[in-house]
Structure formats: structure tokens, C-alpha cells
């Protein structure tokens, strides 16, 4: 019953109005992994780097008992780059480049041992390798899917494949309208289920996420941050603690999706308090603990 976790590795360069980084460790399996491995280990991560990627980020890797048997380590390759600038309204980005590197050939190569994973995770990647993936799986039982605008556009009928073979898709609110040219969000969703995925996830930044099941409606609330220094792996860190936190308890009940919903939540927060993965990498359990609390006391309130 173990938990695979495929998708991008990045060094990012990013800058926002009040800073900037460059080369800071990103890509979605990482935010995603790093993320899991507070709830749940090992945590089999498949993906693709180059030579200058440093053994400090594997070891750190290591240190969250990430697996990295799947990792590919090209010689003489250079791991994807990707660069993005933010604007005043932080929900706003530009791509400045895209440097795909050794992703370009990316074959998501999944080893014996990690095809009997039951819960997997498919990041932010083309539809086609996302279909490679599950079809190397012996018998995935709940299946989570990222995806992006660009795939929407392009890659239309693999992503629909990929659609009826997926649990629960994660998106945000703009991919939910372009996904079915609805701009009603709950029309939306509905029109999604009815593509495969029993339950849909739409995040809206930092209004929050909407989790959508069979015939209810669970509305999470965002964390009031005051300092969000780079919002960059909030929707992957999202998905880590989401998915971590439902196969450290093996419940798949809508209950239990709500609270995954909320520990997403939390990682995504901390996730934003610092450049890059930061953020993500030193965390206490207790600390995620008291943010779960602090999410169920934002929204709570009594009759009278
Ligand atoms: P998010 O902020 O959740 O959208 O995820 C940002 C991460 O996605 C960054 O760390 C980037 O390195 C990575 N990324 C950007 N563009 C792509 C792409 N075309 N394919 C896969 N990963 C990407």
C-alpha cells in the first residue's frame, strides 16, 4: 500500500515584488512529496534530473524518507529550469522561461517494487506520461491528478483519458472554466465528474478550495497569511498533504477527504511563508497540527 508520487523536479528562479531567488529547489514532485512525507513514508518518487543536481537535495530528499529508487540522474543532463515573476495581486504570475532541459525526454519508468503502489499521485505533467505511469501500475486503487492550462489546450483527449481513470483532479478555478467553457464553478464540477473523477478539488488561490463529492460540497478556507513571500508549490503542496494525509489513514469517506482537504491546506501555507520548497522542508508534526486547528477555528461558529 504504498503511495507514488510522479511529476516535475525544477531549480526555479522566481521573483516577486518584495524579492527574488534563483536556482531555488522546486518542480511539483518535489513540493508534492515533501509535503506527504509529514504524514506517511516511504514516499516512492519517480522523475528526472540532471548532473547538477547536488547530493545536499538528495540527502534532504532522503531525510523525508522519500524513495528516490525511481529518481533518473542524467550524466552530462541539465535538471529542468523554470522562471516566473509575480505580480502586485500575487495570484497573478508570468512564465519568464521555461528551460526543459532533461525533462524534454522524460520517461516516467516506474521500478518493479513501486508498480504495486495503490495511492498515486500524478503531478503537474503531460497527459501521455501520466497514462504511461498508470499503465505500468499493477492495481492503483485511488489515483490523484494535477494538470495544468497548457494541457487543457494541448493535449486534450489524452488528458480526457486520464480523466476516467482518475479518483480525484485537482485544479484551480480558471482550469476548471477552460476544462469545460463553463464559468459557473459548481456547473463546472459537475461537468468534470461527469468525465471520471468522482471527486474534484478546485483551489481559488487564496480564497481557498472548494471540494466537490458525489452529491455534496465542502468549502475550505484559506489560511490569513500576512507574510507570503512566494507562492510557487502552494497547489503541489496542496496535493502532498492531501493525499499523505488520506494514505497515512486509508480512509477514502468524504469526512476524511474534508480533513485531507485541510492538512493541504496547511502544507500549502507553510509552503508560501518562504522561497522555494523552504518552507516545506523543516516542519514539526505538532506544527501542522496547530494550523489543522487553527483552520477548523476560522470557519467555525455556532447557531446561537
Ligand atoms: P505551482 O505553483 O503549484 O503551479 O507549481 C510550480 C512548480 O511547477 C514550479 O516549481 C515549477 O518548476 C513547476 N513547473 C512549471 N512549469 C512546468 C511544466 N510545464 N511542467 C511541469 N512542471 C512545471
Same mark, same amino acid.
Given at each position: ?5 510522479? #511529476? ?10 518584495? +524579492? ?5 529547489? #522546486?518542480?511539483?514532485?518535489? *513540493? ?38 525511481? =529518481? ?33 525526454? $522524460? ?8 508498480? !504495486?503502489?495503490?495511492?498515486? %499521485?500524478?503531478?503537474?505533467?503531460? &497527459? ?11 492495481? &492503483? ?6 494538470? %495544468? ?8 483527449? +489524452? @488528458?480526457?483519458?486520464?480523466?476516467? /481513470? ?23 464540477? #459537475?461537468?468534470?465528474? /461527469? ?8 483551489? !481559488?488561490?487564496?480564497?481557498?478550495? @472548494? ?13 490569513? =497569511?500576512?507574510?507570503?513571500?512566494? &507562492? ?12 499523505? *494525509? @488520506?494514505?497515512?489513514?486509508?480512509? =477514502?469517506?468524504?469526512?476524511? =477527504? ?11 501555507? $507553510?509552503?508560501?511563508?518562504? $522561497? ?5 522542508? +523543516? ?22
Amino acid at each position: 500500500m504504498s503511495l507514488l508520487v510522479v #511529476g516535475s523536479i525544477a531549480f526555479d528562479s522566481i521573483q516577486t515584488p518584495f +524579492d527574488k531567488v534563483e536556482n531555488a529547489l #522546486g518542480g511539483s514532485s518535489t *513540493y508534492i512529496s515533501l509535503a506527504a512525507s509529514y504524514f506517511t513514508s516511504p514516499i516512492h518518487l519517480v522523475g528526472v534530473v540532471g548532473e547538477d543536481f547536488s547530493n545536499e537535495h538528495i540527502q534532504m530528499l532522503e531525510e523525508h524518507n522519500i524513495d528516490l529508487e525511481g =529518481l533518473q540522474i542524467i550524466p552530462g543532463g541539465k535538471t529542468f529550469r523554470w522562471g516566473g515573476k509575480y505580480h502586485y495581486d500575487l495570484n497573478v504570475r508570468d512564465t519568464l522561461f521555461t528551460e526543459l532541459n532533461v525533462f524534454e525526454n $522524460f520517461n516516467p519508468e516506474i521500478p518493479p517494487k513501486s508498480r !504495486k503502489a495503490s495511492y498515486v %499521485m500524478l503531478g503537474n505533467i503531460q &497527459p501521455d506520461l501520466q497514462l504511461h505511469v498508470l499503465g505500468q501500475l499493477e492495481n &492503483p486503487k485511488f489515483v490523484v491528478t494535477d494538470t %495544468m492550462n497548457l494541457w487543457i489546450e494541448t493535449a486534450h483527449e +489524452d @488528458l480526457l483519458k486520464v480523466l476516467r /481513470k482518475t479518483d480525484v483532479l485537482i485544479i484551480n478555478d480558471s482550469e476548471a472554466r477552460l476544462l469545460t467553457n463553463e464559468p459557473n464553478l459548481i456547473k463546472a464540477a #459537475g461537468e468534470i465528474q /461527469k468525465l471520471g473523477p468522482k471527486y474534484l478539488i478546485i483551489k !481559488k488561490g487564496e480564497h481557498g478550495a @472548494l471540494l466537490f463529492g458525489v452529491d455534496s460540497i465542502f468549502s475550505a478556507p484559506a489560511y490569513p =497569511l500576512e507574510d507570503i513571500n512566494d &507562492p510557487t508549490g502552494a497547489g503541489d503542496s496542496f496535493a502532498g498533504g492531501f493525499i499523505g *494525509y @488520506l494514505h497515512s489513514t486509508r480512509d =477514502l469517506e468524504f469526512e476524511n =477527504l474534508k480533513r485531507a482537504v485541510i492538512y493541504g491546506s496547511a502544507l500549502a501555507s $507553510f509552503a508560501v511563508e518562504k $522561497f522555494g520548497t523552504k518552507g516545506i522542508e +523543516d516542519l514539526t508534526k505538532l506544527q501542522i497540527h496547530d494550523r489543522f486547528i487553527e483552520f477548523r477555528e476560522l470557519s467555525r461558529f455556532d447557531e446561537k
